[in-house]
């Protein structure tokens, strides 16, 4: 079944203690993204790739970092997370054929820092 | 700066009759545009985009949505409402670059009564 999978789907940590957020990909696209999600503001992009080893900022890359050494994965780095950063995270992906294909989200890992 | 809007933060209707969530945009040249759903503890889903060509587009689930150039909308529709419609409903409008970023709205809550 083509899917992007994320994990943990849920997790409660403390200030400061370093995490990642895995995101994989079946489908062989190119393009992957992070998005976080907050009551008010819909979805902002965190990070980009456009391909493996390319990776760029979005709108709110601060205290994030990502990495794309495969293809199929883009794992969300927090170094020293801070409660500012809990919030719903969603990984996507699409195909780059055009750059007008809809976009493949997983289902979402809500995140609190305590 | 591209945006979009969409100025309900939720809509009720009753099931049955006919639901509309609306979506207008600000973008510099052709719109590519976008509607997705969330349901819940779920990642979200792609609805349809309008590209180009026909003012209509017809999506999964039942639902079509109207272009509207001189009005700047891209309103979401579906003739029938249904209980299981219930979700939340984001429009977006893709960044005229080459970084492939969909700039979201801040959702609305679409709630399908009895």
């Known amino acids: 079944e083509a899917q992007v999978t994320q994990n943990p789907r849920y997790l409660i940590t403390v200030t400061g203690k370093k995490l990642t957020v895995t995101c994989s990909q079946n489908m062989n696209h190119e393009y992957m993204s992070w998005y976080r999600q907050d009551p008010g503001l819909g979805l902002r992009q965190i990070y980009y790739?456009?391909?493996?080893?390319?990776?760029d900022k979005g709108d709110v890359p601060e205290g994030y970092k990502v990495s794309r050494k495969e293809k199929r994965n883009f794992p969300l780095i927090l170094e020293s997370p801070s409660p500012n950063q809990t919030s719903l995270y969603f990984c996507a992906s699409s195909p780059r054929t055009s750059g007008l294909n809809e976009q493949f989200f997983g289902p979402g890992t809500r995140l609190t820092v305590l | 700066a591209q945006s979009v809007a969409q100025p309900e933060d939720q809509v009720n209707v009753a099931e049955g009759n006919p639901l509309t969530v609306k979506c207008t945009y600000s973008v510099s040249g052709n719109p590519y545009l976008f509607w997705y759903v969330q349901y819940p503890n779920r990642g979200l889903q792609f609805l349809l985009k309008?590209?180009?060509?026909?003012?209509l587009v017809k999506g999964s689930y039942g639902f079509e949505a109207e272009f509207n150039k001189s009005q700047t909308s891209f309103h979401l529709k579906k003739p029938s409402a249904l209980v299981s419609d219930s979700a939340l409903y984001f429009c977006?409008?893709?960044?005229?670059?080459?970084?492939?970023?969909?700039?979201f709205g801040t959702g609305t809550r679409l709630q399908v009564f009895p």
């Open positions: 977006a409008v893709r960044r005229l670059d080459n970084t492939d970023k969909l700039i």
């Open positions: 309008y590209i180009t060509g026909d003012n």
């Open positions: 790739s456009m391909n493996v080893e390319v990776t």
